[in-house]
């Protein structure tokens, strides 16, 4: 069974900067960062393939936002950099074991708690 942990949300002026970690339970899976706001869907942010040699962000952050991860010690970060009002949302980390778009919701297995992220103007 999968396990996803994330930490690192907090409450941080605009302009300002947090990264997120993300402990799994397990090394050897593309993995994604979303976001979810109370009464909206979750929405993709950023995508990292097993090996890295893959990432992908959503235009909102792209430029901002850096996914990154360390097999070795099972984790995966983001760091957000020049953040806004609106980036404030609870975010999750995400597992994706099969094949699906890298974008959706359902292509991933595991999720984690959530941490939520505020960012005051």
């Not at 970690?21 to 979750?42: H, I, P, T």
């Not at 990432?55 to 430029?63: H, L, P, Q």
């Not at 359902?106 to 992220?117: E, I, K, L, P």
């Amino acid at each position: 069974q999968g396990k996803l942990v994330e930490s690192g949300g907090g409450l941080v002026q605009a302009g300002g900067s947090l990264r997120l970690s993300c402990a799994a339970s397990f090394s050897n899976y593309d993995m994604g960062w979303f976001r979810q706001v109370l009464g909206k869907e979750r929405e993709f942010v950023a995508f990292i393939s097993w090996a890295s040699s893959s990432t992908i962000y959503a235009d909102s952050v792209k430029g901002r936002f850096t996914i990154s991860r360390d097999n070795v010690k099972k984790m995966v970060y983001l760091q957000m950099n020049s953040l806004k009002p609106e980036d404030t949302a609870v975010y999750y980390c995400a597992a994706r074991i099969h094949s699906g778009n890298y974008f959706d919701v359902s292509a991933y297995d595991y999720w984690g708690q959530g941490t939520q992220v505020t960012v005051s103007s």
